[in-house]
């Protein structure tokens, strides 16, 4: 009598407008816990109701987006990796809230940069994870790069008033490629790796960071974040002027088909992970982690 191997039952998947019962606690932690950090720097340094109104806003969109994305990747639920950004997501919201408590009275600057430091750090941990763990995914990436992103913007925004309006650009620039995106579909095509990207992707961190603590005098503050924007252009610039060139390279190349914007959406069907439309390939923000990440 011969023993056969059992037979694998394929798992049904999800329907497409659920997400599992695991997902949807670890998701209530997530917000459990936003709530708790709001709570929290209220008690130790006050927040006035803009920012609990923008602290509770960014942790019920973040969860509604994420609730989005393992609907659509058909996820049963975030990997250890992507709890790791999870749990980086709630110290965004923490400064969040108290960078749009700024705009009503003096920012506890410490704490500010306590947390922002915090979830920099914590940027390299979570590819650390997938990796050692096996759960890299594209999912992951793009979770990883949006809160990144978000953070960029966030800190940009609080330096408006010390700095000048024109600091925004740093955090908005992302977000306008990915809008340029969808006009110009060539522009999310890949890049190739380049170190400099890097090292314009860490100079932005460190020098908002720097900035938010107002630890220099205001000139060399304004002077250490233009040159970081003027950096951050010359690498938008440079990657903009590759991807036209390729794009002209493969139009005019002899015996080739036309893309059609078809086929170039089919081609990264990947990137609608989350709801948000961003491209994987976006050239500088945020490069350093997702440069090493990508395999998630």
Not at 135 to 150: H, I, K, P
């Amino acid at each position: 009598m011969t023993c056969s191997s059992p037979i694998p039952i394929p798992r049904r998947p999800l329907p497409s407008r659920a997400i599992s019962a695991q997902a949807g606690d670890q998701l209530a932690v997530g917000m459990a816990l936003q709530v708790v950090m709001l709570v929290a720097l209220a008690a130790g340094v006050g927040l006035h109701a803009v920012g609990w109104a923008w602290g509770l806003g960014f942790g019920v969109a973040t969860r509604a987006l994420l609730a989005t994305g393992l609907r659509r990747s058909r996820r049963f639920a975030l990997g250890p990796a992507d709890q790791v950004t999870l749990a980086r997501t709630v110290l965004v919201g923490g400064v969040t809230a108290l960078a749009a408590d700024g705009w009503t009275r003096p920012v506890p600057v410490t704490v500010l940069v306590g947390l922002t430091g915090a979830a920099l750090l914590l940027d390299g941990v979570d590819g650390r994870v997938a990796r050692r763990t096996g759960t890299a995914s594209a999912f992951g990436a793009r979770f990883d790069m949006e809160v990144d992103a978000f953070l960029i913007l966030v800190l940009s925004v609080a330096l408006v008033r010390p700095v000048g309006v024109w600091v925004v650009a740093i955090g908005a620039m992302r977000y306008a490629f990915v809008l340029a995106g969808i006009a110009l579909p060539w522009l999310t095509a890949s890049l190739p790796a380049r170190f400099a990207r890097k090292v314009v992707a860490a100079v932005q961190g460190v020098v908002l960071v720097v900035a938010v603590a107002d630890v220099l005098p205001p000139a060399v503050t304004r002077a250490g974040v233009l040159f970081a924007l003027v950096a951050l252009c010359w690498s938008f610039g440079r990657d903009v002027i590759w991807l036209a060139h390729s794009h002209s390279r493969t139009r005019i190349r002899p015996g080739s088909r036309p893309e059609s914007r078809s086929g170039s959406r089919s081609e990264h069907a990947h990137d609608h992970d989350l709801p948000l439309r961003s491209t994987p390939q976006t050239p500088v923000i945020m490069q350093l982690h997702r440069d090493h990440a990508t395999s998630r």
